[in-house]
């Protein structure tokens, strides 16, 4: 981690931004997720953002299912070669956002990686808090996503009713409209993280 505490406040190097997209076997939600929001990010400050993904109960090797296959096409996204990776603890200590699918694998992930309780959040969780975090203004994307990632866990709030607005739906064996529906919902909450990505910060670069 890049980031360190003083005087109150947070000291912030930035170098790069490094964001892991956690799913249960890595060839559904997850790397779906991990796509478009690296197309989001890079289209809004390229090269600032590597966003990877991996599954708790991953089979290293597997390739993404046909049905997340054909919703990435639609996206123009091409995942076609991608193949599945096993979540590692050693490799979630040198993230700097760790964003789950649903509240089942954040706890499997906090269980396993205790440190990073600070910095994981379901994906939908982090899209809902974020519009209440002020972007930091006169920064570069790397450095103002790290003071995000600080300030962060600051602004959780509980979800409504059963918490089930914080989860991407599974639809691994379930229906076509289930895969569309959790399609839905990755694409929203990335949005919202783009927009936040944009609003309300002036960056002129060095000098």
Known sequence: MTRTESNGGWA?????????????????????????????????APGEFAVSSAGTKAVMGRPAVVEVLELAARRNIRLH????SEFDEAAALETDLILVM???IRRE???RVPQALRFTFTLREFARILPTIRPERLAAPA???QSLAA??????????GDGSDDDVIDPLFRSL?????????IDKAVSTIGHWEVQEHVYGGPG
């Open 102 to 104: 649903d509240r089942v």
């Open 177 to 185: 409209r289930t895969f569309e529906r959790m399609g839905s919902q």
């Open 143 to 145: 450095g103002r996503w």
């Open 12 to 44: 912030v190097i930035p170098a790069g931004f490094r964001i892991l997209v956690v799913g249960s076997t890595d060839t559904c939600r997850s790397p779906l997720a991990a796509r478009i929001l690296q197309r989001e990010l890079d289209d809004r």
């Open 109 to 111: 992930v906090v269980n």
């Open 151 to 160: 300030l962060a866990p600051r602004y959780r709030t509980a979800p409504r």
């Open 81 to 84: 070669g991608f193949v599945a």
